[in-house]
């Protein structure tokens, strides 16, 4: 959530960063609503102010009967007019705190001005492109070759974008879960978390997902929760409503769970595959920090979730996200790219943002520096290190073989009890 302070002292720079990402709000009639509420505010103290001395003196004071009756009626009035007031302010202020809970972030000054992804900026890229004998095949018709990948029996139990993971497949994915978890705790130095999978709906909002994206949730309509879209949200959510000690940031959790989407915007892309799933697994990097530190905070978590790729020997470029293709809580973001010879394309695996206090704000997580200093919010960061089933997809078309096998990676065998190669289950 933006800070109303900062929109009130800058709306021309708010309007001009809300214009680079593609949205057009009108500033002023948000500033119109803020100057109403502070001005009923005003007038409410000093309603409550004079309220209060003339209770005083009433009571101190001993009236006759005709003036004991002046005076409670006087009283009563400014009562009614203080709750008349309160009303409105209240109306007010929900209204001003909908509005900005729907506005997006604002873009970092680094952030390349572009109206969508044509215009993100490439960073580096990493690895060489295999050269194939052979006309390599998605990762779609491996997985059905291989007897590892079932999508009908994904949509018999489900429907459409679920799929059943069978043999090495199912192997596959525990050890990808696994290596990555490793990786991140025992190099990269995060904490592992297991949180819940289900959320309540402050949650849901202290990292942006709700009120906007609701129609893109899973939700358990008896119970008032819902199943996470990806631990970002339970991981950032984890020191809501708390003040940290700031000797101890920056904090660094990762977490392996399910995620669940329902994918609603994305009609007709990736309808094929496990790219883009209503359940998918993902290990999550979530940072906690001090605002001085964020940026470069920022460029680590992109190391760490680059590091699973080079372990893996997977190519992949790195891009810097526009103003226009940013997603909502963040201010910047960058995007791991991993190439899938199958479908000649490279396609996104991790993207990591900083958050800044955006998500902070909204779930009121602070810091002080010792037991004098004053709060601060904290910056909050956070990317996939990685999504699992991309990675499966990208492993089969990159290591596939002429006869249909796939090369399990050397990084990989020791968590797939030292299997090298995944031949059809027929086999």
Known sequence: MLDLKFLRENPEEVKKAFLSRGLEFEVGDLLALDEKRRRILGEVEGLRSYRNRVSREFAKAKFEDKEFLVEKEK?????????HLE???????????NTLLNLPNLPHSSVPIGKDETEN???RSWGKKRDFSFEPLP???IGKILGILDFERGAKLAKSRFTVSMGAGAQLERALIQFMLDLHTKEHGYVEVWPPLLVNSQTMTGTGQLPKFGEDMFFCSEDGLYLIPTAEVPLTNLHAGEILDGNQLPLKYTAYTPCFRREAGSYGRDTRGIIRQHQFNKVELVKITKPEQSYDELESLVGDAEEVLKRLELPYRVILLCTGDLGFSSAKTYDLEVWLPGENTYKEISSCSNCEDFQARRAKIRYKEGQAGKPRLVHTLNGSGLAVGRTVAAILENYQEADGSVIVPEVLRPYMGGLKKIVSRES
């Open 75 to 83: 009283i009563r009035e400014i009562s009614e007019k203080i709750s």
């Open 87 to 97: 009303k409105e302010l209240s109306q007010i202020e929900e209204e001003i705190e």
């Open 139 to 141: 990762h779609w018709e």
């Open 121 to 123: 900026q490439l960073i």
